[in-house]
């Protein structure tokens, strides 16, 4: 297997111009195999080396850690319940369509007040993933990654993308089980993710004050808050920057 750059004719004058030095061409031949070629980037043909020799990994490392620092959500406002360390723990469960993009503030309970139809408003010309993190009297921290901005519906709404999350002290995520498709539901008295059971994995009252997590088929997940039923201290809803 060999690469090597590549001379390619431009559309309009017909002259040679050499490809990105970001490209590599390789070409993959033996004897049980046809041969053909395989255009990758420059990134990925290190990290395919840094897979077959652990010597060449240990070597790479410090580029291969700048990559993954390079996609991790940023937050483009201050925010009052999520630390450094939070955005790095949620990065490897939120979809690859939200890598590289920035996180905007778009509601929170210090700024807007405690309002369900607040909230609400302030998402009504969104169309993209939403991330709600709640702190509650117990300065447990939680929330949930939606797939869709929230609204009023008649029905549930939203992907498998969906999930829930907790820290204090460790970090939980729990996915979608398969085994309903229960992901998100409002009206104007509740807000509500995650349900089939007895209770919702989370559920939030019109006044953004009370609340309650319970394990559902949707998440097959534990209580997220500290106790079942919670207060809410602080909220606040980020929206990703497509």
Known sequence: MWYCRVQSLTEKSGAMKLMSENIKVLYFACDC?????????????????????SEDSE?????????????????????????????KRLAPHMP????????QLVYSTATHGSSLKTLYRNMADLD??????????????????????????????????TFLFSFNPDF?????????????????ESLQIGGGGGGFGLWLDADLYHGSSFSCPTFHNESLSTQEDFIVQDLEVWTVQN
């Open 33 to 53: 195999v046809e041969p053909y070629v395989e255009i990758i980037t420059v990134n990925d043909s290190k990290r395919r080396l840094s897979l077959c020799s």
């Open 59 to 87: 070597a790479e490392e410090p580029e291969y850690q700048d990559e993954v620092d390079e996609v991790l959500p940023v937050l483009g406002d201050h925010s009052q319940l999520l630390d450094d360390h939070h955005p």
């Open 172 to 188: 939980q995520a729990y996915r979608w089980s398969g085994e309903n498709d229960y992901f998100v539901s409002g009206n104007l």
């Open 96 to 103: 690859a369509r939200t890598q590289g993009h920035p996180w």
């Open 128 to 161: 993209s993933p939403v991330l709600l993190v709640i702190k509650d009297m117990h300065k447990k921290v939680f929330g949930a990654f939606s797939s869709d901005p929230f609204r009023v519906s008649k029905y549930c709404y939203g992907t498998g993308e």
